[in-house]
Nanobody
Framework: QVQLVESGGGLVQPGGSLRLSCAVS????????MGWYRQAPGKQREWVAG???????NYADSVEGRYTISRDNAKNTVFLQMSGLKPEDTAVYYC???????????WGKGKQVSVST
């Protein structure tokens, strides 16, 4: 079983920065992708960014150049540094770890990120 616990987030003004962290514990697949999705009110959940176990990074076009994803394999933690935040970035952000061999996904419970004046 895999558990994910997110931290960080909160309220920030437009143009500000926030950082999300996600600590993963339990039986962690050796080949995996760790990443972030988000879901804004009234919208479908959308993929934001991912990092593979060998360090390959990918970003959604909407956050490219503003967000940075990273992972600390020794601590089984994935981070999302968000800068240049916009009101449209407001959403609940969910951490995910995907087992790329078995196709099993595990999710965190989500953290609210709000961008507003």
């Amino acid at each position: 079983q895999v558990q994910l616990v997110e931290s960080g987030g909160g309220l920030v003004q437009p143009g500000g920065s926030l950082r999300l962290s996600c600590a993963v514990s339990g039986t962690i697949p050796s080949i995996n992708v760790m990443g972030w999705y988000r879901q804004a009110p009234g919208k479908q959940r959308e993929w934001v960014a991912g990092v593979t176990s060998d360090g390959t990074l990918n970003y959604a076009d909407s956050v490219e150049g503003r967000y940075t994803i990273s992972r600390d394999n020794a601590k089984n933690t994935v981070f999302l540094q968000m800068s240049g935040l916009k009101p449209e970035d407001t959403a609940v952000y969910y951490c995910i770890i995907a087992d790329t061999e078995n196709g099993e996904d595990n999710w965190g419970k989500g953290k609210q990120v709000s961008v507003s004046t």
